[in-house]
C-alpha cells in the first residue's frame, strides 16, 4: 500500500504480539503515596526497637539504637545548611559508621555520595570535585586522602569534640518544614569511567523504593534474615544489601575490610555469623565454584540466598555448583546498568534448567520493561538479536531515547540481547555482548 515506505519501517511483527511487548510492565506496589526510603527504615525502627539492625565484629545495633544515632548526625547536617538535593560525600570504611551516615544524609533531605577510602586519591578527588561537594561525613582524617579545601561543612566522626556534639544533638526523627518529594535524590555513585570519566548517576528515593519493593518480593525476604555487607559503599550492590535488610526488617552483617579474600574465610564468616543472605560480585562466586570444599562448606550453611552479578555467569561453573553443593541455595543471577538501579533482570539457576545456550539474564523484575530492538527502533522477532532498552519506575537519569510508541522515554544499555522460549521461565534473555563496568564483554553467540 506504501510504496515509498522504508525497509527499517515495516513491521516485522504481528500486532498482537506488538501489543503484548508493549503492555505496561506489573507495578513492584503501589506508590503513588510513596515515603522516602529513610521513612521505610523509620517505620521497622518504630515496630521493631529492639530487633538487631547491624552486626559489625562485637558490636551490635538494634533498629532504636541505629535510629537514634542517625537521627543525632540528621540534626546536625540539617543545622549545617544540608536540604533537599543537597549532595553529601560519606567517607567511610564498611562501618556502623558508614551506615549510620548514609541514613543520617537521607534523614536531612540530602542524598548521599559513596566515597570509598581503599579508592585512589585521583578518582575520590575527581568525584569531590565533579559533584560540587560542600558537605562530608568523615570516618577518618579526609585531609589525608582528600582535597577538601572547597568543602564547606565536615562532620568528623572520629573527632572527640564531634562525638560530644553528637551526643548532645536532637535524638527524635527529623521532619523539616518542607518534606522532599519521593523524586528528590537519594543518592548519586559514580561509574567506573574505563570508557571515559566517570560519570554520576543520580537515584531518587522514588527509584530506590521501586527497586525495594520488587527485591523484597523476589527474594522472599523476612526480619529473620541476616544479610552479608558484601560490597564497597561506591557499588550498588550496596544499595541492594542495603535494601534486602534495615529495609526489610533484618540484620545487616559487616565484615572486617578485606576479611573476605578467599572462600574458606566466606564460608566461614558465613557460618559464624549465619548469614542467610549474600550477593557477591560473579566473579567472586565463580572462586566459590573452584573451592575444593565447596561441598564440605555448604553441608550444613545457613546461607538460603545467593545473588550474583556484574558480569556473564558461566554456565560450566553453574554445572559445578549445583553438582557440589550440599544445601538448598537459591542462586540468582542478574542484569542490571548502574542507570537502571541495581538490576533489571533477574534468572533463577536450579539443577533443572538447561544452561548448553548460556545462562540467561532472565526475566525483568517487577516494575521493569525490557525491550529488544533494532537499529531503527523496531522490536525483534523471538530468537533474533538486538539491542536491549529498558523501561520502568526504577529509571533514574541516563542515557536517553524517545520511541513513537506507548513506552516514551527508554535506557539504551548498548548491550546486545535476544529474546527467547524456554527453560521453566515463559520468556528468558540472553546476553550477546554486555556491558560489564563500561567495558565490553562478548559472550558466545546464540546458535
Same mark, same amino acid.
Given at each position: ?67 537514634? @544515632? ?8 540539617? =543545622? ?39 579508592? /585512589? ?84 528515593? @522514588? ?35 542495603? =535494601?534486602?535488610?534495615?529495609?526489610? !526488617? ?6 572486617? /575490610? ?39 562448606? &555448604?553441608? $550444613? ?25 550440599? =544445601? ?5 543471577? &542478574?542484569? !542490571? ?53 529498558? $523501561? ?13 510508541? /506507548? ?10 540481547? &535476544? @529474546?527467547?522460549?524456554?527453560? &521453566? ?5 540472553? !546476553? ?16
Amino acid at each position: 500500500e506504501s510504496p515509498d515506505t522504508a525497509i527499517g519501517k515495516l513491521p516485522m511483527l504481528p500486532e498482537d504480539e506488538v501489543r503484548q511487548l508493549l503492555q505496561r510492565p506489573s507495578g513492584a506496589g503501589d506508590l503513588s503515596s510513596a515515603m522516602l526510603i529513610h521513612h521505610e527504615f523509620e517505620k521497622l525502627a518504630a515496630l521493631q526497637p529492639d530487633a538487631t539492625a547491624i552486626v559489625c565484629g562485637e558490636q551490635q545495633l538494634s533498629y532504636g539504637e541505629l535510629n537514634i @544515632r542517625a537521627n543525632r548526625l540528621a540534626h546536625v547536617l540539617i =543545622s549545617q545548611g544540608v536540604t533537599e538535593n543537597t549532595l553529601v560525600g560519606v567517607f567511610a570504611d564498611k562501618s556502623a559508621e558508614m551506615v549510620t551516615a548514609i541514613l543520617a544524609v537521607l534523614k536531612a533531605q540530602g542524598a548521599y555520595v559513596p566515597l570509598d577510602p581503599s579508592y /585512589p586519591a585521583e578518582r575520590l578527588n575527581y568525584i569531590l570535585h565533579d559533584a560540587q561537594i560542600n558537605f562530608l561525613v568523615s570516618q577518618s582524617a579526609a585531609d589525608q586522602q582528600l582535597d577538601v579545601s572547597r568543602v564547606e561543612n565536615i562532620c568528623e566522626l572520629y573527632d572527640i569534640a564531634f562525638a560530644q556534639r553528637l551526643a548532645e544533638s536532637d535524638a527524635s526523627n527529623p521532619y523539616p518544614s518542607v518534606v522532599s518529594s519521593p523524586d528528590s535524590l537519594a543518592y548519586m555513585i559514580y561509574t567506573s569511567g574505563s570508557t571515559g570519566k566517570p560519570k554520576g548517576v543520580m537515584v531518587t528515593h @522514588r527509584n530506590w523504593l521501586h527497586y525495594q519493593l520488587a527485591a523484597n518480593r523476589l527474594y522472599q525476604m523476612q526480619d529473620s534474615d541476616r544479610v552479608l555487607q558484601f560490597s564497597s559503599i561506591s557499588f550498588d550492590i550496596f544499595i541492594e544489601e542495603l =535494601s534486602l535488610s534495615l529495609l526489610s !526488617g533484618a540484620a545487616l552483617v559487616i565484615p572486617a /575490610p578485606n576479611q573476605l579474600l578467599s572462600a574458606n574465610a566466606f564460608w566461614t564468616f558465613i557460618a559464624r555469623h549465619e548469614v542467610s543472605v549474600a550477593s557477591v560480585p560473579t566473579a567472586y562466586w565463580h572462586v566459590l565454584c573452584e573451592d575444593e570444599a565447596l561441598a564440605s562448606d &555448604t553441608h $550444613h550453611t545457613s546461607l538460603r540466598l545467593l545473588v550474583t552479578g556484574g558480569e556473564a555467569m558461566s554456565a560450566s561453573h553453574a554445572a559445578r555448583w549445583h553438582q557440589n553443593l550440599q =544445601s538448598d541455595i537459591v542462586l540468582y543471577n &542478574t542484569y !542490571g546498568p548502574t542507570e537502571t538501579t541495581v538490576i533489571a533482570t533477574a534468572f533463577a539457576v536450579d539443577k533443572e534448567c538447561d544452561l548448553t545456550c548460556g545462562v540467561p539474564i532472565g526475566n525483568a523484575i517487577d516494575g521493569v520493561q525490557l525491550l529488544v530492538l533494532d537499529s531503527a527502533l523496531n522490536l525483534v522477532p523471538t530468537g533474533s538479536v538486538g539491542e536491549l532498552y529498558i $523501561h520502568g519506575g526504577q529509571w533514574p537519569k541516563g542515557i536517553l531515547i524517545n520511541l513513537s510508541s /506507548p513506552v516514551s522515554v527508554l535506557f539504551k544499555t548498548h548491550s546486545l540481547m &535476544t @529474546r527467547m522460549h524456554g527453560c &521453566t521461565e515463559p520468556e528468558i534473555w540472553f !546476553g550477546i555482548a554486555m556491558m560489564v563496568n563500561l567495558s565490553l564483554l562478548v559472550g558466545s553467540m546464540i546458535k
